[in-house]
Structure formats: structure tokens, C-alpha cells
């Protein structure tokens, strides 16, 4: 047990290192790189810069010195990332991970929120369709979801925000919140708190029913499955005989082994919520971290870019990590084969 | 060889066959059992399953209109038609009504289309040669073969797909078609190979694979006679499930803006420049909107309707109702089988 642990996290930080490797890849080796191409638009801008400064310049914003030998390249820019030096974005001159900082806070708050309605209202609903297997209510659904999870979410997210936000106006149709409202978080002050919670959830409103509606479709698909699965088997029979109450088998028999495989793929989800916002915070213009990737983008910004890819890696990273050294924790059964792959 | 007198046109299948018939009759034998069971059983099970049917028939017409389309219909040029003219107003001039630059809507989503058919089937191509490739010779070979290429499976699976595809489009700025779908799937493919992987494992312990193995046969020739036909249909469904991956990616990526485009637009360009045109402040533009949207969600439905339907084939039991031919080639086999594999028979 102790080894697969071991394993896990030797796993877990060898990823990081090699998304991170890529990343230099990308930056410093690819033909007519971002690296050699800041540094001739820098040489180019301002002749009369010296050899160092424009140096200087480059290994500030992209952590790369352009002249040394190229393993000290690799090293110097590794060991910057993982002291959390992101490097300075060339267009708002700030240090990346200052842009990241502000905004990750509103993109996992808005994806949280929306993971969590999608799972919650994904398994009931699968779990309903399963017990009603075959009943009008179980294919209605069905053919629901499945339509649902068929279609992009940013798809979902420009109707929505077409007829609630442009058409009906009963939504915002972009940014965080009100710009009357005093961004105020604080046990002292609660009605202007719950008053700017209020506004700005209304403003992710949109964008979090828009992620909803897709995911709870593949979620209740799932449960479903997992569900009817779990009613064919002996042990509930067994239960049954034993005179156990229906309510009690349909949530501590059924309900238990339908929902826990699917804890891992939350987890998994929950890491790639992040890497999801992308499209949908700009069809929204919501500046969460996955705006300001593609913001990052137009402007060729490329040390924000890399910044936020590597923050979504992690949190990819972390949401596996985290599900592969809990489960055997929460479902017993998966102790015993913890070793295996 | 007095078949080669027989086959006029000389370059079908056959010819293959002919040279080796008197020899190994086994071969035909094993080729038509081959067909049998890759083409014509789950052939069969999805035309028989209503929901793979209408799946089937959704994505046949977008091949259609994408092979065909851009020769019959006219090509969309700004000013060929009034400004935002709206659907069937002036008949069939422009059924589907026109942008706000007098543009033939129909005509652009049309043309779209061959270049949208190019990268899905790229992209569709990449991950399963990819995974199969992987996943077979992880699953198969073991030990430290196996330990490095789940690694590197492991990681691409955690690296983050569309933010790992906006950074590739930025730096490479693919124009080529072919290339774009790559990009877009450049890390799906660890996915089928793990499941492969996985798949192989359980099949490598049956007895038949033991027997293959005892009888001193090539690793290659038991990975592809023994175990490759058994993960068929996980690998149809992954095909399906990557073409799905690159049209929801490219749209997005279009829509962005991210990914190059010409004059020839594609639906995510024509999402785009909708909304930036203003067509969900006005209703009378609101076609403008809808047409690629819909475009989209059908062609989505009618793949995620086939990969349902071809699940199916997972059962046994449905694969065994279908699969009449092989074993029975004693017998005389019902018509179907026989036009089918006519090409093949001596």
C-alpha cells in the first residue's frame, strides 16, 4: 500500500515536471519561438538597448535567459516555475502569477458551484431513471441527456445568453459583478456580503447553467448505468430477504456502490473544470483565469498563457493525485486491488 | 489462373486472392471470416438498432453534402445576395437567407464542410492508429515496456486538452486542414490506450491466446489475428468520440478565433462573426445564428446517436445473432452473405 502511494506521487510530480518541460519546449525550441521572437522585437523596438538589458528584459517575462548554454536554460526556467515565478506578462507588466492570483478565484467559483449542481442533480436523476427503468419517465430523460451532452456547452452558453441576457434581459451578459456594487467579503459586514454574493452570482448565472446543463446530462447518464448495474445484484435480494426497508437499500445499498465510482471522476472533473472555462469565460466575458488565456492569446502574450496551462495542468494533477490516494479510503472494496494499475 | 481471364477489370480484391488460391485456400477463408466479423456483423447490428440507424444516416449526409456539396451548390462571395436577407423570403434564391454581407449562408455552410470532414477524419485517424499502437504493445508486451508507456499515457491524459490545443494552434497557426485535426487530438489518443491496455490484459489471459502463444506464433501475428479483433468496436466508438472532440474543439477554437481561416469560413468563424454582427440583437438576423448552430448540434447528435448504437456490439449475444456467415461455410450461406462476400468467393 505504502508503495502505491509512493508510486502516485512520484507519478504526480513527474507529470508536473514534464508538462513543465513542454512548456519550455514550446517557449525556447520551437521554430521562430516566443523566446527569439520577443527578443528581436525587443532589439528592434529600441536600438539602443545593450546586449544585457534586452536579456535581462526576456529572462524577466519568460524566464529564459536567451544566451546560456541550453540545459542552464532549461534549469533556470524549471526551478523559476516551481518557485512560482510564472515570469511578467509582456503586455500588462505584472507578474503572471499576480493576473492568475485574482482571477482563479472567480473561476473556481463559478466552476464549483457548477460541478457541484451538475453532480448533484446528475445522480438523483440517473438514480430516479434507473429505479423507473424503461417507464416513459426513464426514456424521456434519457433521450434528455442525451441531447444535453451532445452538444457543446459553449453552444448552450450563446443560446442562453442570447434570449436570458440580449433578448429577455434578465441576466447580466458579462463581467464579475455590478459596478455599483462594493466588492465586500467580511463576517462583520453580512448584508452588503450576502447582497455581493447575490450580484455575482447572478453575473456567473448564465455561465454556470450553461456548464450545467451539459454535465448533469453525462452524470445522469452514468449513475444510471452504474445504478442498474447495482440492482441486479444478489447482495440486494439478500438485503430484501432480510426485510431491510426500501428507503434503506435504495441509499445504503443502491445508492452508496451506484455513487461511489464516481467519485473518481468527480475529482477528475473538478481538475478540469479549470482547463473547461476557457470557451465559456469568453463567450461570457468573464475574466476568469481561462479569459485571460485567451486574452493572453490575441495579445501573444505568451508568458500568460503558459501561466494559466500550467495552473490548469496542476490542478489536473492534483484533482488524479487526490482521487487515486483517496478512493481506496472511501470504497473499501477497492483496498484490497489498490496495488494494481 | 484461369480465374484472371475471368476478373475483366483485374485490379479489384481478387487479384490478391488468385495468386495464392490453389495454395492456401485457408487465406480466402480467413479474409472472408475477417470481413465477416469487422464489417459485415456490426454493419448489420447498427442498421438493425433505430438509434444507430438514424446516427448512420445523420453523418452519411454531412459526407454527402461535404463530398458533393461544394460542386453542386455556389460558392459564398460577399455581395452575391442583398444584405440579411432572411430564410425562403425570395424563394429559393437563398434558402437559407443571407449575412450581413450578402453572403449565401447555405453556400458557407456547405463549403465548410469538406475541410470540417478533413480534420475530423484526421483527427479520428491519429487517435486510433495511436491508441491501438500504444495500448496494444503496452497490454501485450508487459513488464517495463508497459511501465514506460502507461507513464507517458498517464501524463498526457492529465495535461489539460484545450488549453495544451490553444497554445499548439497559437505557435503553429495550422492552415492545413489535416493538420488542424492533429493539433485537436493531439492528446486523445492516451485515453483509447489505456482502455486498450486494459482490454488487451483480459484478453491475453484467455486460453486461446495461451494456445496461440504455445504454438510458438510472432507476438505481431497474435496481436493482430487473436486480440485486435476483439477490441473492434472500442476502437469504432473511440473514432466517434474523437471526431465528436474535434468538432466541439474546432468550433470552439474557430469561434475564438484562435485557429487561422480564409475566405472559406467555418461554422465556428460563422458563430463568431454572427455574434459579433450583432445577430442576437436583432431578430430579423437571428438565422444568421441558428444556421451554424444547428448545423453543429445535428451532426453532434447523429455521432454521439451511432456510438450509442454501435455499443451494442460490446454484447456478444447481438454480435452472435448477426454474425451468421462465419461458421458456416460448409453449408450454402443465406443471400446476404453471400452478396457480400461475392467479391471474395471463388
Known amino acids: 500500500m505504502q508503495r502505491y502511494y509512493l508510486e502516485r506521487t512520484l507519478q504526480a510530480v513527474v507529470t508536473v515536471v514534464s508538462v513543465m518541460s513542454l512548456a519550455f519546449f514550446l517557449l525556447r525550441l520551437m521554430p521562430g519561438n516566443p523566446a527569439d521572437a520577443y527578443r528581436a522585437e525587443l532589439i528592434q523596438n529600441n536600438p539602443q538597448m545593450s546586449q544585457a538589458e534586452i536579456d535581462h528584459r526576456v529572462e524577466q517575462k519568460l524566464n529564459v535567459l536567451p544566451d546560456a548554454p541550453l540545459h542552464e536554460q532549461y534549469l533556470n526556467y524549471v526551478t523559476g516555475l516551481l518557485s512560482g515565478d510564472l515570469g511578467e506578462s509582456i503586455n500588462e507588466g505584472v507578474p503572471v502569477s499576480e493576473i492568475i492570483a485574482e482571477a482563479l478565484p472567480w473561476t473556481i467559483f463559478t466552476m464549483s458551484i457548477a460541478l457541484l449542481l451538475s453532480f448533484v442533480i446528475g445522480i438523483s436523476l440517473g438514480a430516479v431513471m434507473a429505479y423507473k427503468e424503461g417507464s416513459y419517465f426513464d426514456n424521456g430523460f434519457s433521450v434528455t441527456s442525451i441531447l444535453f451532452n451532445s452538444i457543446p456547452n459553449y453552444i448552450v452558453g450563446i443560446l442562453l445568453i442570447w434570449f436570458l441576457g440580449y433578448r429577455f434581459k434578465l441576466f447580466p451578459t458579462g463581467g464579475r459583478y455590478s459596478t455599483e456594487m462594493d466588492p465586500t467579503l467580511g463576517l462583520l459586514e453580512p448584508i452588503q456580503t450576502v447582497a455581493f454574493l447575490g450580484d455575482a452570482l447572478w453575473h456567473a448565472a448564465l455561465l454556470i447553467l450553461s456548464y450545467t446543463f451539459v454535465a448533469a446530462g453525462g452524470w445522469a447518464l452514468r449513475m444510471r448505468g452504474n445504478s442498474i448495474q447495482v440492482l441486479g445484484e444478489d447482495y440486494l435480494r439478500v438485503a430484501r430477504l432480510r426485510g431491510l426497508s426500501e428507503r434503506r437499500i435504495a441509499t445504503r445499498y443502491v445508492g452508496r456502490n451506484a455513487v461511489l465510482p464516481l467519485y473518481t471522476a468527480l475529482l477528475i472533473a473538478i481538475g478540469f473544470a479549470l482547463g473547461g472555462s476557457v470557451i465559456l469565460e469568453q463567450v461570457f466575458t468573464y475574466p476568469g483565469v481561462g479569459y485571460y488565456m485567451i486574452e493572453g492569446l490575441e495579445a501573444r502574450d505568451y508568458p500568460l498563457m503558459m501561466g494559466v496551462f500550467l495552473v490548469m495542468t496542476i490542478a489536473v494533477v492534483l484533482g488524479v493525485y487526490v482521487a487515486d490516494l483517496t478512493y481506496g479510503l472511501i470504497d473499501p472494496r477497492a483496498q484490497t486491488r489498490g496495488g494494481e494499475h | ?346
Open chain 2, 1 to 346: 489462373m484461369s480465374e484472371r481471364t475471368e476478373s475483366l477489370h483485374g485490379i479489384d480484391d481478387g487479384e490478391a486472392f488468385e495468386a495464392v488460391s490453389d495454395a492456401t485456400m485457408s487465406r480466402q477463408e480467413r479474409y472472408r471470416r475477417l470481413f465477416d466479423r469487422w464489417i459485415l456483423a456490426p454493419g448489420r447490428i447498427i442498421w438493425d438498432d433505430l438509434r444507430a440507424r438514424i446516427g448512420a444516416s445523420i453523418i452519411l449526409l454531412y459526407v454527402l453534402v461535404g463530398l458533393f456539396g461544394p460542386k453542386l451548390y455556389k460558392t459564398p462571395r460577399v455581395n452575391q445576395g442583398p444584405r440579411s436577407v432572411a430564410p425562403l423570403s425570395e424563394g429559393l434564391t437563398y434558402p437559407l437567407g443571407t449575412d450581413n454581407l450578402g453572403r449565401d449562408i447555405l453556400a458557407q455552410l456547405i463549403h465548410a464542410t469538406p475541410s470540417m470532414l478533413q480534420m475530423i477524419t484526421a483527427g479520428g485517424l491519429f487517435v486510433t492508429i495511436m491508441g491501438v499502437a500504444v495500448g496494444t504493445t503496452a497490454g501485450y508486451a508487459g513488464g517495463r515496456t508497459d511501465r514506460v508507456l502507461s507513464l507517458i499515457t498517464d501524463i498526457v491524459m492529465t495535461i489539460p486538452g484545450l488549453p495544451l490545443i490553444v497554445i499548439l494552434a497559437a505557435l503553429l497557426a495550422p492552415q492545413n486542414p489535416i493538420v488542424t485535426g492533429l493539433i485537436l487530438t493531439v492528446n486523445v489518443w492516451a485515453g483509447l490506450a489505456r482502455e486498450i491496455r486494459s482490454q488487451v490484459l483480459s484478453i491475453s489471459r484467455h486460453s486461446y491466446v495461451e494456445a496461440s502463444k504455445a504454438m510458438g506464433l510472432s507476438t505481431p501475428t497474435i496481436i493482430v489475428k487473436d486480440i485486435l479483433p476483439n477490441i473492434m468496436p472500442y476502437v469504432l466508438i473511440t473514432f466517434v468520440n474523437a471526431a465528436r472532440q474535434v468538432i466541439f474543439a474546432s468550433i470552439g477554437l474557430y469561434f475564438l478565433g484562435v485557429l487561422p481561416y480564409d475566405s472559406v469560413v467555418n461554422w465556428g468563424v460563422m458563430i463568431d462573426q454572427a455574434v459579433s454582427g450583432g445577430a442576437m440583437h436583432v431578430m430579423s438576423m437571428a438565422h444568421w445564428l441558428i444556421a451554424p448552430l444547428a448545423t453543429i448540434t445535428l451532426l453532434s447528435f447523429g455521432l454521439i446517436l451511432f456510438s450509442q448504437g454501435t455499443d451494442r456490439m460490446f454484447n456478444p449475444r447481438v454480435r452472435a445473432r448477426h454474425s451468421t456467415t462465419t461458421g458456416s461455410d460448409d453449408e450454402p450461406t443465406d443471400d446476404d452473405a453471400a452478396a457480400t462476400t461475392g467479391g471474395v468467393v471463388r
